[in-house]
């Protein structure tokens, strides 16, 4: 019985998504005749030259690339992509239906559209499913030719601007370029949650003062690890500490005052799951 749930609980966060997507280009970036990256930009452009729909021309033009999905990566991944394609094209032509206009100054339209499309990717990207679009052509390219996901989505939506900025115009294509970078980092918080952190390697001559104050001052632990300098040869500590956004100013502050020659990395970490952290699935919760 578990798994139909789960497969309701995945598909009713993809319609959720849907309905984010959908009332932010119809209600919010199609009124004030702005852009977006992607398909769905490609869309809107088309939508603005032609009078066809956003929603029924995002489903078109995916056609195409859902065959491409479908010779090269699979039945599961078409499945997946057809079932968001189909919701968010619907949900987008719904909501344009009802004509939600808003009547906010480009701006404030650009930046909470680019927020409604980043949490409806997200919760669908969550569930397991994919949008098409650009995911497609950005899968293709990393399997086939190497080319990160990241690269795919920059030459794709610098080429989609470059549409709005000639058909729509220039202003149209820098609150284009909001929603874009708004989008792209609420689908990365959505996908991520607050479990993010940094993880510090530090170097340092006197690793013991500097845990010490780390388990008294920050409450973390650190692993002691064995490091050998490449042009030294010599064997020198290295502390690996795993710890939150908020407490790196906290422990640059203690290595400085406790070596000023130490050598500190910070790195951002996707996840930080355990002990003191968020717990581990299935291991009691999702809370610290």
Known sequence: MGRPRGWTGAYLEMVVGAVFVGFAVSGLIVPARIGDGGLSGLSIVLHFLTGVGVGPLYFVLNL??????????????????????????????????????????????????????????????????????????????????????????????????????????????????????????????????????????????????????????????????RATGVFTGQDRPLLLVALAEREVVHLRRIVAEEDARAFLVVLPAVEVLGEGFWALPGAGGDEP
């Open 64 to 225: 195409p690339l859902l065959g491409w999905a479908w010779v090269g990566q699979g039945f599961r991944f078409l499945w997946r992509t057809l079932v968001g394609v189909t919701l968010v094209s619907g949900a987008t032509a719904l909501f344009a239906a009802v004509h939600p206009r808003l009547g906010l100054e480009p701006l404030v339209s650009a930046l909470y559209g680019g927020l409604g499309i980043g949490v409806g990717l997200g919760l669908i990207l969550r569930a397991g499913g994919s949008t098409g679009g650009s995911d497609i052509v950005a899968r293709h390219m990393n399997l086939r030719h190497g080319w990160s996901y990241t690269q795919t989505y920059i030459v794709t939506d610098l080429v989609v601007l470059g549409a709005v900025a000639v058909w729509i115009g220039l202003p149209a294509a820098m609150y284009g370029w909001i929603v874009t970078n708004v989008s792209g980092r609420v689908v990365s918080y959505v996908l991520e949650g607050p479990r993010r952190g940094r993880v510090a390697l530090l170097v340092t001559s006197r690793e013991d003062a500097v845990a010490a104050r780390i388990f008294r001052e920050l409450d973390r632990g650190a692993t002691r690890l």
